[in-house]
């Protein structure tokens, strides 16, 4: 099972401190155990392999957000304790920025969640069905937003400003929370859109866009 950076660093404490509390109390070097195994477990980083096209979710957990922004759509998944919270591209591109934006640490299910901690990974989407004359510009790319929860502290990314990544890449991953958020390119609509709030969806698999809609997207 691979790990994702910093795992080790977070279980080695209670595992260590295990074997100690065995000289004072079966039950406290078990909670220990048990938390350093929770703590690894819920920093697993399993591989995943996307379908053959559509663009996928950058995230496992349940959609949460599904809504228009001017002329965008964003949806943004809520990963629960469970889920395995390593951040995949949902399409193939260069990140053009990587940008951190200071904000609070309300429960990332809640609305005001909106004004936390973020992390954003703009995009600029690989697309040759766009017109050469948009290609590059701001408008066309898509941004992946990676937001701190109630106990997400820390949000760490994978890449930097200039990298290329394909689609389903590992992008980054946040500890201990929380949400990620897709906002799409104005061309994507809605309707375009494969899942809807409440569906639960699995990063760099579940597809959110399906090839061949008037999105674009190359996603092959």
Do not use: C, Q
């Not at 193939?92 to 934006?101: K, P, T």
């Amino acid at each position: 099972m691979n790990f994702a950076p910093g795992a080790w660093r977070y279980a080695i404490v209670p595992l260590a401190a295990a074997p100690f509390a065995l000289l004072y109390s079966v039950g406290a070097s078990a909670v220990a155990l048990a938390l350093g195994v929770a703590t690894l477990a819920f920093f697993r980083d399993p591989e995943r392999t996307p379908p053959p096209t559509g663009v996928v979710s950058p995230a496992d957990g349940k959609v949460s957000v599904l809504r228009e922004e001017g002329d965008r759509v964003r949806l943004g998944v809520f990963m629960n304790v469970h889920n395995v919270h390593v951040v995949r591209a949902p399409v193939a591109g260069a990140v053009r920025e990587v940008e951190h934006a200071p904000g609070g640490y309300k429960p990332a299910f809640s609305k005001e969640s909106d004004r936390n901690e973020k992390l954003h990974v703009r995009l600029d989407v690989e697309d040759p069905n766009l017109p050469a004359a948009d290609e590059g510009a701001a408008d066309d790319r898509a941004t992946v937003t990676f937001i701190a929860g109630a106990f997400a502290r820390r949000i760490h990314p994978y890449v930097e400003a200039g990298d290329g990544v394909e689609r389903g890449e590992r992008v980054g991953h946040i500890a201990f929370g929380s949400r990620v958020d897709v906002l799409f390119p104005p061309t994507v609509d809605e309707s375009d859109l494969a899942v809807d709030v409440g569906e639960r969806v699995a990063a760099g698999e579940s597809v959110l866009v399906e090839a061949g809609s008037r999105a674009g997207f190359r996603t092959e």
